[in-house]
């Protein structure tokens, strides 16, 4: 399939990019990018297109990576609220989920996915039950997934780990995965020695919740004598890298240890303020040199998966926090919602808009009010911007969501009344 877009404003982010031009057209062939030039440029001429579709002088950006989700916790949306975190998990969460099946989890997954596709997100980083299940939703609705592993004490295993890690590695597959766990505080010290050597036999990288709360460092500390990031840093869990999801509670050791291992902080702004978990310390990990990329977390602590509303509340939250209004700028959130997002979740060849590089993009509408008048795009992107404003969301070339209509092999409705008729098994 040859696709053409073109007379479109361009944010590409290749090689540091971030200037936006005007006039630009985009080739696309197989599910990579084959151009990236003015509309001018005649490189066109030499292919015949299947498709070629006038952007309007709208703007292409590479697609939002959603770098922390739960996605068939859309199941428990607007069931599980107004609780504090282990209380949620343990009187909510944790005996709902006792009784989902793999089938559930496939179907809630694809009922995120449409949510997904709807807010501008081409890429999910993925921590949940059975991956078969989860693996299976987004192929056949070509959604791209790096999926990490949730063990604890009570749920999957290492075993399980090596053998997932074996079989959603193929190249060129829309399915990854990394190793990874719960959290430190559902782990046993045994069990987490055993992922770290599983990473080092490997040589991958490691994921997990980190430091989200105030009481799950005091309580590390109390069981080890160390913070969280440096009781698992003590156990060689990070020698292969990874990253964090959270990470609200750092102290002064923590970062040199997360940029001295090259992990990836992962944000979750709307998950964080619902459960009233606190601001993470955005400003200063990216003072320290340290990468941060965004989440929406699962939709039973956010409830949406609107990537828009989390860009915003990453860049204002840090504001609060820092007491300056001036911290962290729009360009930058968008940096890390496009471009570091794709490296935290390990599939770098999407990152931009560049030759070679995966067709994983979105066309966003800006002749809608809030995107009016164009004084500086990013900003109205980040500070107004709406999944409204989503014209179309591409992955791997295919387009799967256009003009509010889902591309993905099955109708909306027969995903919502499955899922519906499973809440009613359930509850």
Same mark, same amino acid.
């Given at each position: 399939?040859k696709?053409?877009? =073109?007379?479109?404003?361009?944010?590409?982010?290749a090689?540091?990019?971030?200037?936006?031009?005007?006039?630009?057209?985009?080739?696309?062939?197989?599910?990579?990018?084959?151009?990236?030039?003015?509309?001018?440029?005649?490189?066109?001429?030499? =292919?015949?297109?299947?498709?070629?579709?006038?952007?309007?002088?709208?703007?292409?950006l590479?697609?939002?990576?959603?770098?922390?989700?739960?996605s068939?916790?859309?199941? +428990?949306?607007?069931?599980?609220?107004?609780?504090?975190?282990?209380?949620?998990?343990?009187?909510?969460?944790?005996p709902?989920?006792?009784?989902?099946?793999?089938g559930d989890?496939?179907?809630?997954?694809?009922?995120?996915?449409l949510e997904? *596709?709807?807010?501008?997100?081409?890429?999910i980083?993925?921590?949940?039950?059975? $991956?078969?299940?989860?693996?299976?939703?987004?192929?056949?609705?070509g959604m791209?997934?790096?999926?990490?592993?949730?063990?604890?004490?009570?749920?999957?295993?290492?075993?399980? +780990?090596?053998?997932?890690?074996?079989?959603?590695?193929?190249?060129?597959? *829309?399915?990854?995965?990394?190793?990874?766990?719960?959290?430190? =505080?559902?782990?046993?010290?045994?069990?987490l020695h055993?992922?770290?050597?599983? &990473?080092?036999?490997?040589?991958?990288?490691?994921?997990?919740h980190?430091s989200?709360?105030a009481?799950?460092?005091?309580e590390?500390? !109390?069981?080890?004598g160390m913070?969280?990031?440096?009781?698992?840093?003590?156990?060689?869990?990070?020698?292969?890298?990874?990253?964090?999801?959270?990470m609200?509670?750092?102290?002064?050791e923590?970062?040199?240890?997360?940029?001295?291992?090259?992990?990836?902080?992962?944000?979750?702004?709307?998950? #964080?303020?619902?459960?009233?978990?606190?601001?993470?310390p955005?400003?200063?990990?990216?003072?320290?040199g340290?990468?941060?990329?965004?989440?929406?977390?699962?939709?039973? &602590?956010?409830?949406?998966?609107d990537?828009?509303?989390?860009m =915003?509340?990453?860049?204002?939250?840090a504001k609060?926090?820092?007491?300056?209004?001036?911290a +962290?700028?729009?360009?930058?959130?968008?940096?890390?919602?496009?471009h570091?997002?794709?490296?935290?979740?390990?599939? $770098? !060849?999407?990152?931009?808009?560049?030759?070679?590089?995966?067709?994983?993009?979105?066309?966003?509408?800006? &002749?809608?009010?809030?995107?009016?008048?164009?004084?500086?795009?990013?900003?109205?992107?980040?500070?107004?911007? &709406?999944?409204?404003?989503?014209?179309?969301?591409?992955?791997?070339?295919?387009? *799967?969501?256009?003009?509010?209509?889902?591309?993905?092999?099955?109708?909306?409705? !027969?995903?919502?009344?499955?899922? #519906?008729r499973?809440i009613?098994?359930?509850?």
């Amino acid at each position: 399939m040859k696709i053409r877009l =073109y007379h479109a404003r361009l944010l590409s982010f290749a090689d540091g990019d971030t200037d936006i031009k005007e006039n630009m057209q985009v080739g696309i062939e197989d599910g990579k990018i084959l151009f990236v030039c003015p509309d001018t440029d005649k490189r066109n001429e030499a =292919y015949v297109w299947d498709e070629e579709r006038d952007c309007k002088g709208n703007l292409l950006l590479p697609g939002f990576k959603n770098c922390h989700t739960h996605s068939a916790m859309t199941f +428990l949306r607007s069931k599980a609220d107004d609780l504090p975190l282990q209380e949620w998990l343990n009187n909510t969460v944790f005996p709902a989920e006792a009784k989902l099946t793999a089938g559930d989890i496939y179907t809630f997954t694809k009922l995120a996915i449409l949510e997904y *596709l709807q807010s501008g997100i081409t890429g999910i980083f993925e921590m949940y039950l059975t $991956p078969e299940s989860i693996a299976k939703a987004c192929r056949e609705c070509g959604m791209r997934i790096t999926m990490t592993g949730g063990v604890n004490n009570f749920s999957q295993s290492v075993v399980l +780990l090596e053998k997932w890690m074996n079989e959603f590695n193929p190249a060129g597959d *829309l399915v990854r995965f990394v190793p990874g766990f719960h959290a430190e =505080y559902t782990c046993s010290k045994e069990l987490l020695h055993d992922i770290a050597d599983l &990473s080092k036999q490997y040589k991958m990288p490691v994921y997990a919740h980190i430091s989200e709360t105030a009481k799950e460092v005091a309580e590390c500390k !109390e069981r080890y004598g160390m913070t969280p990031v440096a009781f698992l840093d003590s156990l060689g869990m990070f020698e292969n890298g990874g990253g964090g999801y959270h990470m609200v509670y750092l102290e002064d050791e923590d970062y040199e240890i997360i940029r001295r291992r090259g992990l990836y902080v992962i944000t979750n702004p709307g998950s #964080n303020c619902k459960l009233a978990s606190g601001i993470a310390p955005i400003t200063k990990l990216l003072k320290e040199g340290i990468p941060v990329a965004i989440g929406t977390d699962g939709p039973a &602590s956010n409830n949406a998966l609107d990537f828009f509303r989390e860009m =915003y509340l990453t860049s204002v939250l840090a504001k609060i926090r820092d007491e300056d209004a001036a911290a +962290l700028p729009a360009m930058e959130v968008l940096k890390m919602a496009c471009h570091t997002g794709a490296h935290a979740m390990c599939i $770098p !060849e999407s990152d931009s808009i560049a030759e070679g590089k995966n067709a994983d993009l979105i066309l966003l509408d800006l &002749s809608q009010p809030n995107m009016q008048p164009l004084h500086n795009i990013g900003k109205n992107v980040v500070y107004a911007g &709406s999944k409204n404003n989503v014209i179309f969301t591409m992955v791997n070339g295919k387009i *799967l969501y256009d003009n509010g209509e889902f591309c993905v092999g099955v109708s909306k409705e !027969e995903i919502y009344t499955e899922a #519906n008729r499973i809440i009613e098994r359930i509850f």
